[in-house]
């Protein structure tokens, strides 16, 4: 942009031919020219993520787009507050397999899985407490606030079949809850349009997987949907409103369009397993999906029968986008490494490998921490440093330049706590650090 006014300045001056007319259409080509540039520069795609762990994930939610949510085997819970740059580990309290994480806003947020795990956040994930009351698994949940919510599972495995159901409901954001387990199918997944309109899904061994309604708030249920086959499962409901909804069986995506009365098939991956998909707007969903090699992310315009943005991994489990160019995957690379697959610019997601020559010290700090620089970007760098909160805000931040080989930094009026540094040149990040003030 800069070039074209210096271009323009020279030929006026020579010239001194231009109206404002002319003027106008010049810097309009130079701003529409400088875009074109810097958009060509911006591609967005795949990346795999380092997730810094060996195990299963099953289950991913973004809170923003700086702050997601991993959950898997073992009790793994897995926290970044930089948009997938670096992920912490955090303390879950417990061994048992976890399989849904979702957040009510921005700081309160659910875990089911396993042995009846339930764990609640008060604080954007950084601590969990386990608030269950039963020994089944949980396999899905829905929260309409933060004080009405439903979670459903059975007597199955993490494949949702089994001879014995279960709904939990809170009216007090799972202080109490309200236990049915008379059902004779494990509940698969659970939707509420409002306090009194909602659905579930369930299936066992010897019977069609069916979906049932509710119009009083779940004291009576009636069946609307049984499926023509047996061995076949539900796994997911999705409403975007009253009369659309969707649901993901075993290798099909069914859609209704009359309040739950029928459902339609919309999309068929057989011979691929449907694990996940997510409804992003009328005529597009995104979906994983098994098959021989591997597993599958695309998104899908069943409005046009079109199949885009594909990626092969390993396998992959859950999924979550805050739109069409922003969101997770997560599942399980071969030689068990947990896989976080993101969708986003690559300028913004490439990281430089690590330079392991930078070092922080002392770590843990009190009041001052020094940065150790390597001599070969003396004078020849600026540097921006960050430090971030467990929240994920930004309470530091500085442009910096070193004619030496250390940076010092003065941080006396900080909490105790956790916090991370990114130390970045222009966008590219150099290296993330995990310090702990005492």
Not at 22 to 29: A, E, G, S, T, V
Not at 121 to 149: A, E, K, Q, R
Request: net charge positive; charged share 15%; proline share 2%.
């Amino acid at each position: 942009m800069i070039k074209c006014f210096k271009l323009f300045y020279r030929t006026t001056m020579k010239l001194n031919i231009f109206n404002m007319k002319k003027l106008l259409l010049f810097i309009l080509i130079c701003f529409y020219l400088s875009e074109m540039a810097y958009c060509q520069t911006k591609s967005i795609g795949w990346i795999e993520l380092n997730s810094g762990t060996m195990k299963k994930l099953n289950s991913v939610y973004c809170i923003n787009k700086d702050t997601i949510i991993a959950v898997g085997a073992m009790g793994t819970i897995l926290r970044t507050i930089n948009g997938g740059i670096l992920w912490d580990s955090i303390y879950s309290t417990t061994n048992n397999e976890l399989l849904s994480v979702k957040f009510i806003d921005q700081t309160i947020g659910f875990i089911v899985g396993s042995n009846g795990t339930i764990l609640k956040t008060f604080n954007s994930g950084i601590n969990w407490t386990n608030i269950g009351i039963t020994n089944m698994m949980l396999l899905n949940m829905y929260f309409l606030n933060s004080d009405t919510g439903w979670v459903v599972g059975g007597n199955s495995g993490t494949v949702p079949i089994g001879s014995k159901g279960i709904i939990l409901k809170t009216f007090n954001g799972g202080i109490n809850w309200i236990l049915d387990s008379t059902f004779n199918k494990t509940v698969s997944s659970i939707f509420f349009i409002d306090k009194d309109t909602g659905y579930y899904s369930a299936q066992n061994s010897s019977d069609p997987a069916v979906i049932f309604k509710t119009t009083n708030g779940g004291y009576n249920w009636n069946n609307v949907y049984t499926s023509n086959g047996f061995n076949y499962y539900f796994d997911k409901l999705q409403f975007t409103s009253a009369k659309t909804g969707y649901i993901n069986g075993y290798e099909e995506i069914l859609k209704t369009d009359d309040y739950g009365l029928t459902w339609n098939s919309i999309f068929i991956a057989y011979p691929n397993a449907i694990f996940s998909f997510q409804i992003m707007d009328s005529c597009s969903f995104y979906f994983a999906d098994k098959e021989m090699n591997g597993a599958n992310i695309c998104i899908y315009d069943f409005c046009n029968n079109i199949t885009n943005y594909c990626y092969n991994i390993s396998n992959l489990y859950g999924l979550h986008f805050i739109d069409k160019d922003y969101g997770f995957a997560v599942g399980w690379k071969y030689l068990n490494i947990g896989a976080i697959l993101k969708r986003g610019y690559y300028d913004a997601i490439n990281e430089e490998k690590k330079n392991d020559h930078i070092i922080i010290m002392p770590n843990p700090f009190n009041d001052r921490i020094i940065i150790n620089i390597p001599k070969e970007y003396i004078y020849k760098i600026n540097f921006n440093i960050s430090i971030y909160n467990s929240l994920g805000n930004c309470v530091f931040e500085i442009n910096k330049s070193s004619n030496s080989n250390s940076i010092d930094l003065d941080l006396p009026n900080y909490l105790q706590g956790i916090y991370f540094l990114v130390i970045k040149k222009e966008k590219q990040i150099l290296q993330s650090f995990k310090l702990i003030k005492i």
